[in-house]
């Protein structure tokens, strides 16, 4: 099983959708979650933390499942601007510096 | 507030030559620096991290290196490069390990290298 895995889409949705991103992790330890965006031929940027009982900012919803090992990105309301690869990012040691794993990423393409 | 520094943004390089790259950091001290690799295709992968001066931790055996001279400063280096080094290579910081934010990553714009 990988470390980090996402489902690469691409998700091609309609502007006004709601969408939404799995991402599984391997390690059961792991302690913090994070959601990146990616524009295209640019650095990834912080989207979100991902906190353990559940998170919103805006139209932006993250969700932590410890027993399941997933997190989730939910997006609601879907902009033409939405449109780029969303990372997951999970620390993989429990804590340890230095071992943040990243997913390989899902694109999103939101469409007039 | 921080900013971080990365340069060149493009090169491209013929097989066997030297690489440096380099990445700077402003407006905080005692950063951790990070090298990632983004292959075409392929996620992030973690090439080295340090949180001090002379302190280098590698994650993936390669041939390439890297270097810390000073506390906000981070070079990545090969002696001869490989087709297969070709990439984004990604230059980040995070705070000082048990500070507020540590685990989160803030990215250069990137260095495009292509391999001939």
């Known amino acids: 099983r990988k470390e980090v895995e996402q489902d690469p889409g691409p998700f091609n949705v309609p502007e006004g959708a709601t969408v939404a991103f799995n991402c599984t992790y391997s390690?059961?330890?792991?302690?913090?979650f994070f959601w990146y965006r990616q524009d295209c031929r640019k650095e990834p940027k912080l989207l979100m933390s991902?906190?353990?009982s559940g998170n919103e900012d805006g139209r932006f919803t993250a969700q932590l499942n410890r027993a399941s090992q997933y997190i989730s990105l939910l997006i609601r309301d879907s902009k033409l601007s939405d449109s780029a690869t969303y990372l997951c990012?999970?620390?993989?040691?429990?804590?340890?510096?230095?071992?943040?794993?990243f997913g390989k990423g899902t694109k999103l393409s939101v469409k007039p | 507030s921080q900013t971080i520094h990365q340069w060149p943004a493009t090169l491209v390089q013929p097989v066997g030559s030297p690489l440096s790259l380099e990445c700077t950091v402003e407006?905080?001290?005692?950063?951790?620096l990070y090298w990632y690799r983004q292959a075409a295709g392929r996620g992030l992968q973690l090439l080295f991290y340090s949180v001090g001066i002379g302190q280098i931790s590698s994650e993936v055996p390669q041939n390439l290196s890297a270097s810390r001279p000073q506390d906000r400063q981070f070079i990545l280096s090969s002696k001869k490069l490989l087709l297969s080094d070709s990439g984004f290579y990604l230059c980040a910081w995070t705070r000082l390990w048990g500070t507020a934010g540590a685990n989160v990553l803030t990215f250069g714009a990137g260095s495009r290298l292509t391999v001939l």
């Open positions: 990012v999970v620390n993989m040691r429990g804590g340890s510096q230095g071992n943040l794993i």
């Open positions: 407006g905080t001290s005692n950063p951790n």
């Open positions: 390690n059961s330890a792991s302690q913090s």
């Open positions: 991902v906190y353990s």
